[in-house]
């Protein structure tokens, strides 16, 4: 926990820092990032988990296009750019300790790359595992010949 | 990705694994770990991200109370066990790519530590940050004199 989050926790409604000011002092981990939830602002659904740097970050609160940073690629990854499936971004928080963010979206199509409007589509019981969904659509569809 | 987790990708509605080949297969980090997202159940609040190791999943399906593990302490914690603000376990879902958890929960009181609701109330514009909700009790009262 950094000093300035810990000065915010008793924070009334309507506080307000410059954004530098709150990034510097947010927990980016050993790679520079934070995890990044990505939620339906009028559904409710949570669609992903993706990770952002502060670059990555900084454009999405600029641009309102929803901009990860891909740990795979190395390299910023505009959702959409290769399925068409944009996020545009709605609001974003960060949480208490500085270490997680939260995406308010507005997902067009799936949001996952098997073609299902969310990622979270394994439920987990106490003996078994079991698909909840399928795929709205082929993901060859979304991103052509793989 | 791995090989279950690709094997599932195309998989339809139904479609079952025991859980203890799943759990073999999730993609745990270097620490024995996968973020947890907790979601309140009805509202669809996204309350706060925190962190499981196997045992404690484990033990959170099979007791339908959520037990995350605490990094700065290094031990098990049973949500609630301190403040008594107790997190249900209504179902819980692991993404496509096997790195990241969803718990549906029923969150007694405020979930996070600083008397909130949600961790979730420092909202981040292009210039400014604003806190966006006030604590609804003192954490004094959750926790007693710290």
Redesign the interface.
């Known amino acids: 926990m950094t000093e300035l989050f810990k000065q ?12 530098s000011t ?1 990034l510097d002092a947010a927990r980016w981990n050993d790679d520079g990032l934070l ?1 990044a ?1 990505a ?1 339906q602002h009028d ?4 669609l ?2 993706a990770w952002m740097n502060r670059a990555t ?1 900084e454009e999405t ?2 641009t309102g296009r929803v901009c990860y940073w891909s740990r795979s690629r190395g390299k910023p990854w505009r959702k959409g750019e290769s399925s068409g499936q944009v996020q545009r971004l709605m ?7 500085g270490d ?3 995406l308010s979206v507005d997902q067009q199509g799936p949001a ?3 073609g ?1 409007r969310s ?17 709205l659509m082929d ?1 060859a569809e979304l991103y052509g010949q793989r």
């Open positions: 915010l926790e008793p924070a009334t409604q309507g506080t307000r820092k410059a954004i709150l995890p939830i939620q559904s409710g659904e949570v992903m988990m970050l609160l600029a609001a974003a928080h960060v949480d208490c300790d997680t963010l939260l996952c790359h098997t299902r990622c979270f589509y394994v439920a987990l019981g106490e003996e078994m595992a079991e698909i909840v969904s399928a795929p993901p």
